[in-house]
């Protein structure tokens, strides 16, 4: 149990820091750098790594039966908008209060509605008391951070200078902020896959697959669909603001480099994430989901602390949530330390 905390912290960090490339490609257009990304973290690697590990892909998918593979390819499509609205809301108030807020939300949905489906007994006693304060501390600290989002007066370092010219920047945070919300509803796919389809994990295991890698067979249906969601929004904005011709500049080829090294930093954290469940047992979902993503929001507002994009009253503000979300993580590991003493 212990293994898989470490494994969802380090999910959690790769996550926090992938999209940090996006500061310095801001002569790059957004529909440009996510299209690399996506093609990449969401389609190549996942579908390139599952191909290598599991050669008998195909027959896996026929086994699991085409009910469950037709609902994990619509969740696929509907993770695509989630992750279209993920980087136009990076682009408007950065990672920190991205993450921050829409984990929050992807928190409660994620890891509440396995626990209410197949722990329900958990929630009783001190493990459920345990289980229940680490979420709502959780949902807490993304609270604050949305409030330290309104106090903030400097824009986005991620927002190409060209659209912050002109911008009203409280507008261009608040449609941020419903973008987000809007991505964190939809932002739980993958652990609800993981609680709730496990048939892809139990016959890749069954043919000899590694626990590092038998998660993917579940990851392929779930994520790469979403690139073709992505790819209509992609030819929209080309059309619109036509972008296409940037790669056949001469900084076109560093900076789809970055693209790629920003999708491989994901890819490594959902394997981190999938390689986490097993030792987690039945209780993966419950625990790993939100200490992962309080783990994202603390690493990624410490990044861009860092980078002095945090400053006076809204710094404050947000180091509120920070504690908030460190308390939650703590908490959700003496539930893990419980689980393991009922084990």
């Given amino acids: 149990m212990f293994i898989g905390l470490v494994l969802a912290l380090l999910s959690g960090f790769c996550y926090g820091i992938c999209f940090l490339p996006i500061r310095y490609m801001n002569k790059f257009a957004w529909e440009n750098i996510w299209f690399v990304y996506s093609l990449f973290g969401v389609l190549i690697l996942p579908v390139l790594t599952g191909w290598l590990t599991m050669p008998f892909l195909f027959d896996l998918y026929r086994q ?23 980087g136009l809301a990076l682009i408007r108030i950065g990672m920190a209060l991205v993450n921050a807020i829409g984990n929050g939300i992807s ?87 993981l609680a709730f389809a496990g048939d892809y994990v139990k016959i890749a295991k069954a043919h000899g697959t590694s626990d590092v ?40 080829a560093p900076f789809s480099i970055w693209c790629f090294i920003m999708a491989a930093v994901w890819f490594v954290g959902m394997l981190l994430y999938g390689w986490a469940m097993p030792w ?51 908490i959700l590991g003496y539930a893990n330390w419980l689980i393991q003493r009922m084990a």
């Avoid at 459920?128 to 986005?156: H, K, M, N, T, Y």
């Avoid at 998660?215 to 669909?225: G, K, Q, V, Y």
């Avoid at 790819?231 to 011709?245: A, E, H, P, V």
């Avoid at 400053?311 to 504690?323: D, E, I, M, P």
Wanted: proline share 3%; hydrophobic share 50%; with cysteine.
């Fill in 64 to 86: 699991v039966g085409w009910r469950t593979n037709s609902i994990m390819l619509a969740l696929g499509f509907i993770s695509g908008a989630g992750a279209v609205l993920y």
């Fill in 107 to 193: 928190i409660v949905l994620g890891s509440f509605i396995p626990l209410l489906i197949q722990h329900r007994e958990a929630l009783q006693g001190r493990l459920g008391f345990a289980l229940v304060s680490g979420v709502i501390l959780g949902l807490l600290g993304v609270v604050i951070c949305a409030a330290a989002a309104s106090q903030r007066e400097q824009e986005s370092a991620y927002m190409d200078p060209g659209q912050q010219k002109g911008k009203d920047l409280k507008r261009a945070a608040m449609v941020g902020v419903i973008l987000t919300v809007v991505w964190g509803l939809l932002g739980s796919n993958m652990n609800f896959g």
């Fill in 213 to 252: 890698f038998s998660a993917m067979a579940l990851f392929i249906p779930i994520t790469s669909p979403g690139f073709a969601t992505s790819c209509l929004y992609f030819w929209y904005l080309w059309r619109k603001n036509r972008t296409l011709g940037q790669f056949r500049e001469p900084n076109a």
């Fill in 280 to 330: 987690m047992k039945s209780y993966g979902p419950v625990l790993g989901w939100p200490i992962m993503m309080s783990t994202i929001s603390i690493v990624s507002a410490i990044v861009e602390w860092l980078y002095g994009d945090w400053k006076g009253r809204a710094l404050r503000t947000l180091s509120y949530g920070l504690v908030a979300l460190t308390a939650s993580i703590a």
